[in-house]
């Protein structure tokens, strides 16, 4: 069965450093999503991309975040300067679109990357 | 803007009990709703969704309505199993948007 990958799972780093998270999506599924998951909280995007191109990262924290899927397959996810409060899960997700073009909803999800700030 | 409130846990339960998790959301126009579920060291997958007004969401016994008048899409089962034992995520989107989630509500059976 087709997965999406990430890697790594986890990641502990200290605070000021550069970090960053990978994600191969299910093959053909246009769309690909990065959020984060603090403990007890429930995901939180981070940004979407349709193909090659950015759809929102109007919730991303552009001084330090950046995100990319230059041929629009794979994505890496960057984070500097890391700080204490980027301690999370950070979880890749992808889905295709219906013959509409319409995002379905449905989202196949990643195990996801842990991420510690110390 | 759009936003999804359920019941905060821990939930726990014995074995063959019957459960419901409260969903509500906030949305303009007629989004689609979702449960998520998040099993111990796995991601999250999709358990059953419902795309327009009255539709019931089923899957693995899990059941939800989609209910307009009360914005509403409460998780239930009749019997839970502790393999059950997971967290919960109720979810909306709208065309072409990201899915919004609640929080999340951790289940916990015991037999």
């Known amino acids: 069965e087709a997965e999406v990958a990430q890697s790594p799972r986890y990641k502990i780093t200290e605070k000021s450093q550069a970090v960053a998270f990978w994600c191969d999506p299910i093959s053909g599924h246009a769309t690909l999503y990065w959020y984060r998951q603090i403990l007890g909280q429930g995901p939180e995007l981070l940004v979407q991309?349709?193909?090659?191109?950015?759809?929102?990262d109007s919730q991303l924290p552009k001084d330090r975040f950046s995100a990319e899927r230059l041929k629009g397959v794979d994505s890496t996810l960057k984070i500097q300067p890391a700080e204490l409060g980027d301690s999370a899960m950070y979880l890749c997700?992808?889905?295709?679109?219906?013959?509409?073009?319409?995002?379905?909803?449905?989202?196949?999800f990643g195990e996801g990357s842990r991420l510690t700030v110390l | 803007g759009n936003s999804v409130t359920q019941m905060e846990g821990p939930v726990t339960l014995s074995e063959e009990a019957f459960l419901t998790i409260n969903c509500t959301y906030t949305a303009t126009g007629y989004p689609s709703l979702f449960w998520y579920v998040q099993y111990p060291g796995e991601g999250l997958q999709l358990l059953l969704k419902a795309t327009k007004a009255d539709d019931k969401g089923s899957n693995k016994g899990f059941e939800a309505t989609y209910r307009k008048e009360t914005t509403s899409f409460h998780l239930e089962k009749g019997s839970v199993q502790v393999s059950d034992s997971a967290v919960y995520f109720c979810a909306l989107n709208q065309a072409g948007t990201a899915l919004i989630f609640g929080k999340g509500t951790t289940l916990s059976v015991s037999s």
């Open positions: 997700a992808s889905s295709f679109n219906s013959l509409q073009g319409f995002n379905t909803g449905e989202l196949f």
């Open positions: 991309f349709q193909d090659e191109s950015v759809v929102d």
